[in-house]
């Protein structure tokens, strides 16, 4: 059941000892106007870019935002490239290699037509499996700079921004798997703030970002997943 | 659309059907429906069991025997070796013993030996097997594994093993069988997707993919009753003894197998064939984080408008929508809450209204409250003080409401007072107090239903307000303490005022607020003020407020309220306004 949901509350979040925020990239305006409003909060972004073969597009970025490329989808690739952006990028102020203090996945936009019925993308599966990698091996990074501040775990899928309830929309179904995994990672690192966020795939990119920004200010701990549609903010709980 | 009821000539496919709980619930529905049944599961059944292992029930007795017979034949018993050999006994003789009931419940079974992850070889060996029971008319996705592990242990192999038998095994089994040929489809899910669950990243994503999976078949198959069933932890297959002993200890409740399966059959009920994901049983979550000594201070804002909260609307004084007291209180209170999952409000105590609230569009778009954490006791009981700020066009600060906040794990039980067992006959209908205007409030505050009676002392109520829609509650949600009722509680004190002939009255300080259990709405409530100090320009007095029963919900304390005669007017324009 649906229960509508007001607009956050906004708390002031002291700026990161670990401003290295990771956002991978959905090949849409969406990862670059998030990654500017990241930058602009004080973050340094990191876009990480998955193989043209899983999204072909890669977005534009702003000066300022770094880019890294996936170039396969293996693990042992990915623990590389997450040392070198940490290695690269995450140098603190006072000159100690500070961690990686954000990850946010912004899942590519999978939807299909009405003929196509329920569609298991290889490309979705794949990338399912790669953020599960991500959280495993960022896991170090994320729980430590929780010590200093508030850490992230963010992901966004754009099912129908009402947790696929509306029967409307035909979107990949692998992306719901981004819910699964985030709201566990809540319950093992409990001081990581750890959200899934559900968009809908028509929200505009500029109001999409915002909708993420005031989610990571979001004062209220006990919400683990939150959807934006026409129906505005929502939460999915079991009816009584 | 007719919708089908299954009969004897149903055939349901069943992967995981085997043996489990899929098995205790393919059971039930077979003595329910003698239809008739393919099972899947990898294991294969053992024509006949060796002639040392026959009728050995006893586990250890059992592993005794396998490591006699492997040294008979020369063989090392290492304990892997021996478990393995185990696990095939006794997993063949639970398929042969889900057969056998089926068999004598009437209802035609077969069991294949195949893995759902292998789509040629499962085409394969479905063929066959229809050709003799008949085209499937529905599915059950029972098959599942776990490799339960924290996320930075997981390997990829666990992934695909976990996710492959759920999510890949439907994939199959809708390719082999086209939806459309279906009347039934159950996806065995977990309260592991639908809440998350520790240890089981994997498992995790896999059940959530089922669960919006269904939805999905239900946008392409709207005549196929499809449904993903949440399934809380049962007292059988993946929950072992020892898991069952922790659940205790947390306060989880497992399923019984008679339960469960009877959950299942009335799921399949035409009634229900529009829900598409259901969750059945206790969410698996860890207990609340333990309190470190820290204490930490946060400063958290809030924009308000009237739009954004429709339920201001029915608390205007004087032409002017203001913000109940008690929406203040649940303002402070919530912004606690919210910080310390798992922790229940108890108390506020010294609440101020300082500069309550009032929208006649000169009042501050952005709210700002400055929570403090001032004590922790024990990992039981965080205490905080919460100031409630904003500031004016001059730059200068305005204090609206301040007051301290106490959380705990666990609630005292709830003492009982029979105020309902005071009840006489003489009763007064608490609705005409608004309307004669007594009470300014409009529907969404009308809770006082009936005065049963009133003195100089003292006044008994029955409240009552109907659940409210949350979108009407906007930024002031009733959950951790119910702002609308509360208010309700304190209206209580202008109806007294009136009986005496007095002023009205407004809400200035509340020495403190005692919850043992949020206030309900759609439930009658009894509530006694007793009023403890009065004089001609204020007035101090007390409400306690219980069910039926007794139970105690709420109690305020030291709730002053200024009396003016300027109030009774400002209620009174409201009057004159509308008329
Ligand atoms: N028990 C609970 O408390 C609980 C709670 C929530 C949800 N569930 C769900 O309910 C279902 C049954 O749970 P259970 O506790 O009864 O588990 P179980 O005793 O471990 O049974 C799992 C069944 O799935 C079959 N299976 C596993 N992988 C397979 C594959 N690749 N191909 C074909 N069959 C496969 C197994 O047979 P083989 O080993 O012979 O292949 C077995 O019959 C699972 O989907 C589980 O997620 C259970």
């Known amino acids: 059941m649906l229960k509508p949901l007001p607009d956050p509350d906004w708390l002031d979040v002291p700026r990161p000892t670990s401003p290295v925020c990771i956002l991978t990239d959905d090949g849409s305006p969406m990862t670059t106007k998030l990654a500017d409003s990241l930058t602009h909060q004080g973050w340094k972004v990191v876009v990480l870019s998955f193989p043209v073969t899983i999204v072909p597009r890669k977005s534009a970025l702003s000066p300022g935002v770094e880019r890294v490329i996936l170039e396969d989808m293996s693990e042992t690739h990915l623990q590389t490239q997450l040392t070198t952006i940490a290695t690269r990028y995450g140098v603190g102020d006072h000159g100690r290699g500070s961690e990686i203090g954000a990850f946010i996945h912004l899942n590519p936009l999978f939807s299909f037509s009405r003929q196509a019925g329920l569609v298991y993308d290889v490309a979705e599966r794949a990338i399912a499996k790669c953020v599960f990698l991500i959280a495993k091996h960022l896991k170090p990074s994320l729980t430590t700079a929780a010590q200093t501040g508030r850490s992230y775990f963010l992901t966004v899928a754009r099912l129908d921004g009402v947790f696929g309830t509306s029967h409307e929309v035909n979107f990949g179904a692998i992306g719901a798997g981004l819910f699964g995994l985030t709201k566990t990672l809540n319950q093992e690192w409990t001081q990581v703030f750890c959200r899934a966020i559900d968009l809908a795939p028509r929200l505009d990119p500029e109001v999409s970002a915002q909708c993420i920004l005031a989610e990571m200010h979001d004062p209220n701990l006990s919400l683990m997943e939150v959807g934006y549609s026409s129906q505005g903010r929502v939460a999915l709980i079991a009816q009584t | 659309m007719v919708l089908a009821k299954i009969n004897t000539s149903s055939v349901f496919l069943v992967s995981g059907g085997g043996r489990g709980i899929t098995a205790e619930c393919v059971i039930r529905l077979a003595q329910k429906y003698q239809c008739r049944w393919i099972l899947l599961g990898r294991s294969r059944i053992a024509d006949a069991e060796p002639a040392w292992a026959e009728g050995c029930t006893d586990p250890a007795d059992l592993k005794k025997r396998i490591m006699q017979a492997m040294q008979a034949q020369g063989e090392k018993p290492t304990p892997m070796a021996v478990q393995k050999q185990f696990n095939a006994i006794t997993t063949s003789r639970d398929i042969r013993k889900t057969l056998e009931t089926l068999q004598n419940i009437g209802s035609p079974a077969e069991y294949v030996s195949v893995d759902v992850t292998d789509l040629a070889t499962l085409k394969e060996e479905l063929a066959p097997v229809v050709d003799r029971m008949g085209a499937i008319t529905g599915v059950i996705h029972g098959a599942g594994n776990l490799a339960d592990k924290w996320i930075e242990n997981k390997t990829e192999q666990d992934f695909e093993n ?64 499809v449904v993903s069933i949440n399934w809380g932890p049962w007292d059988s297959g993946m929950v072992t003894p020892e898991l069952k002993r922790a659940f205790a200890r947390r306060g989880i409740e497992v399923i019984p197998i008679e339960v469960g399966t009877q959950m299942l059959v009335n799921e399949l009920n035409a009634r229900y064939h529009d829900q598409a994901q259901v969750v059945i049983g206790s969410p698996i979550v860890p207990p609340p984080a333990d309190l470190d000594g820290e204490l930490r201070s946060y400063r958290i804002r809030r924009r308000l408008t009237v739009e954004a909260n429709p339920f201001l609307r029915d608390h205007v004084i004087g032409g002017n929508p203001v913000l109940p007291a008690t929406c203040a209180a649940n303002w402070l209170i919530s912004l606690c809450t919210q910080l310390h999952p798992g922790y229940l409000f108890s108390s506020l105590e010294n609440f101020k209204v300082l500069k309550g609230i009032v929208f006649d569009g000169t009042q501050a778009k952005e709210f700002v409250a400055d929570v403090q954490e001032v004590g922790k006791t024990h990992s039981e009981e965080v205490h905080f003080e919460v100031r409630l700020w904003s500031e004016q066009d001059n730059g200068k600060i305005r204090f609206h409401y301040s007051g301290q906040v106490k959380l705990r794990q666990e609630l005292s039980p709830p003492p009982v007072h029979l105020i309902s067992k005071f009840a006489t006959n003489s009763t007064k209908s608490g609705l005409s107090y608004y309307q004669d205007k007594t009470l300014f409030h409009g529907a969404t505050f009308q809770g006082i239903r009936e005065v049963l009676e009133a003195d100089d002392r003292q006044l008994r109520v029955q409240c009552y307000l109907p659940s409210l829609n949350p979108r009407h509650q906007g930024q002031f949600l009733a959950d951790a303490f119910n702002p609308y009722m509360a208010d309700v509680l304190i209206q209580t004190v202008l109806i007294w005022l009136k009986e005496q002939h007095q002023s009205g009255a407004l809400p200035t300080e509340i020495q403190q607020i005692t919850q043992f259990k949020p206030l309900p709405f759609d439930r009658p409530i009894f509530a006694l003020m007793e009023t403890k100090v009065k004089t001609s320009t204020s007035i101090i007095y007390n409400v306690t407020a219980c069910d039926e029963d007794g139970t105690i919900y709420l109690h305020l304390s030291g709730v002053k309220a200024t009396i003016s005669d300027r109030l009774s007017q400002l209620f009174g324009t409201l009057v004159s306004s509308h008329s």
């Open chain 2, 162 to 225: 976990v996710y492959a038998t759920k999510v890949q095994g439907l994939d199959n089994l809708i390719h082999c069988i086209p939806i459309g040929q279906l009347d039934h489809l159950v996806l065995f899910s977990s309260v592991a997707g639908f809440f998350g669950s520790a240890g089981q990243a994997d498992y995790a994503i896999a059940n959530e993919i089922l669960n919006k999976s269904a939805h999905l078949i239900k946008l392409h198959h709207p005549e196929c009753h």
